[in-house]
């Protein structure tokens, strides 16, 4: 489980066991589950009268979760992400509705972020190594450079009249952790709808979606601390009918020589991107918000915040390396901010 899962958990979680004016008395109530799917805890909360209908839609959007991992895991082979990755230099690959949806909106991301959110980057992800049971991996420059030229979103075809895709040189991979989850949390969101929840939150790893209200007041969301206690917030905002995703250098990391490895990286260098602690966006989709909060956080925080005032229906909040808080115009009036962020390295 994420850091980022966890904050918005803890956050919600007071929300919801009333620290704030009781909801009035009713027969609707929170009904929530929790599962895995995508390398997350997925945890859905809905507040409603109906807990057997409730339990069968999470049911649904549980599966929906796993189809799609299904469909996008560079982890599960025959998925269509491993088609694709295995026909690169080759042919295009039929490809569903799906990932043609995801890959259509990372490359619009790619352009408004300059190409610093890629999903290219799949070649260097058995180079780096975040997992905090090792001892500070760091690949060997030569290696990492060797493989640079294999990264270039503008190499990877799209044809969304034909149902194909196609990467254009041999080797290159596609990697979908910026903005699957995302994709993953809208789907789960049309079927609640579909199935007539209109108040509910779904979370997976660093990616939320509120719809309507909690009882009589709407859902509350916090911003993890980068550098303080795990499920710590310094600010909050009450959400509805938003998705909020959060990306930050605390999620996968380590420390070696007193400097910061975390695991978003710059693909134009390699390297895990400087700059950013964290960046936090609202948007009217999880997918949206999944892919930009990752680009922004490479981009950085001057081009990453005017590229948040450019951009219609997109908000954010972004701790700069130098611990500084950017907060977007239209959340000027929304933000609480508890307390600035630790400053730490």
Request: proline share 5%; aromatic share 6%.
């Amino acid at each position: 489980m994420t850091r980022a899962l966890i904050i918005v958990a803890c956050v919600a979680a007071v929300t919801a066991c009333g620290k704030e004016a009781a909801p009035p008395a009713t027969d609707a109530g929170i009904v929530e589950r929790s599962r895995v799917s995508m390398g997350s805890e997925v945890h859905l909360t809905t507040w409603t009268a109906d807990e057997p209908a409730a339990l069968a839609a999470f049911e649904a959007a549980f599966d929906e979760f796993d189809r799609l991992d299904g469909l996008m895991s560079v982890w599960k082979e025959g998925s269509e992400v491993e088609r694709l990755n295995h026909a690169a230099g080759e042919r295009p690959v039929p490809i569903g509705r799906d990932v043609l949806d995801v890959l259509s909106m990372a490359r619009q991301t790619s352009e408004w972020t300059e190409g610093k959110f890629d999903v290219t980057f799949g070649v260097l992800s058995g180079l780096w190594k975040f997992d905090h049971d090792l001892d500070g991996h760091i690949p060997a420059r030569a290696d990492v450079v060797a493989r640079l030229p294999l990264i270039d979103y503008r190499q990877l075809d799209v044809d969304v009249a034909n149902s194909t895709a196609f990467l254009k040189q041999k080797g290159m991979r596609v990697h979908l952790g910026g903005i699957g989850k995302g994709y993953a949390v809208d789907r789960a969101a049309a079927i609640l709808r579909g199935r007539g929840f209109n108040d509910f939150m779904i979370q997976s790893g660093g990616d939320l979606y509120v719809a309507g209200q909690r009882g009589d007041r709407p859902w509350r969301a916090g911003i993890q601390d980068p550098r303080g206690p795990e499920g710590t917030s310094f600010a909050a905002m009450d959400l509805t009918d938003s998705a909020f995703t959060t990306s930050g250098d605390y999620e996968r990391f380590f420390m070696k020589d007193s400097r910061r490895y975390h695991h978003i990286i710059d693909p134009d260098t390699g390297e895990p991107a400087h700059g950013c602690r964290s960046v936090t966006i609202v948007a009217r989709t999880a997918t949206l918000a999944d892919a930009l909060d990752t680009g922004i956080f490479i981009l950085g925080p001057e081009k990453g915040m005017a590229l948040i005032e450019r951009l219609n229906g997109v908000e954010g909040v972004i701790v700069t390396s130098s611990n500084n808080v950017l907060v977007s115009a239209g959340l000027a009036k929304r933000l609480v901010v508890r307390s600035p962020p630790t400053d730490a390295p």
